[in-house]
């Protein structure tokens, strides 16, 4: 009896074990995609935008994204980098907007201008990464968004 109940407890930790092994790996099937850009302010000394991402959750777990790290291009040039370090909280089986606040002053804008010279138009790439995890445990996920404007 005392085998039978022995064994009924490791089929049930082992059991438990793989449904989280299961969970993780589903960490790893979060998908970003950009849904929109709001143009908040236009004008010759600044412009400022705030793109959004919906951030989807495919596991059974909550997970909380713990940093944002994005750098913007324009027509291949270096424009601005933009880091976020609020915590936000993804339930199991959900999805969330998540919005990204930047900000381009007068050199960022003269930076853009000069990316004009010598291309057919205007092409906005983002590149970064977002933390995502339970805990101590986080994993970093790659972001890649490019548009061509004009």
């Known amino acids: 009896m005392k085998k039978i109940k022995k064994i ?47 951030v989807t959750n495919k596991s059974l777990i909550p997970i909380t994204i713990q940093k944002q790290f994005y750098e913007i291009y324009v027509n291949g040039k270096f424009i601005e980098t933009v880091e976020i370090n609020n915590l ?8 969330i907007e998540l919005p990204m606040h930047v900000n381009l002053d007068k050199k960022d804008l003269l930076k853009i201008a000069l990316s004009f010279f010598g291309s057919k138009g205007l092409t906005l790439d983002l590149k970064g990464k977002i933390s995502i995890g339970k805990g101590t445990k986080t994993i970093s996920l790659p972001i890649k968004y490019s548009k061509k404007i004009m």
Do not use: R
């Not at 790893?28 to 935008?49: H, M, P, Q, W």
């Not at 936000?88 to 999805?95: H, N």
């Open 8 to 54: 009924s407890i490791i089929i049930a930790v082992l059991g438990v074990l793989a449904f989280i092994v299961a969970q993780l790996k589903k960490l790893k099937d979060v998908t970003i995609k950009f849904k929109k850009i709001l143009i908040n302010k236009v004008s010759l000394k600044e412009i400022d935008v705030t793109p959004i991402f919906t």
């Open 88 to 95: 936000l909280t993804l339930e199991a089986k959900g999805s």
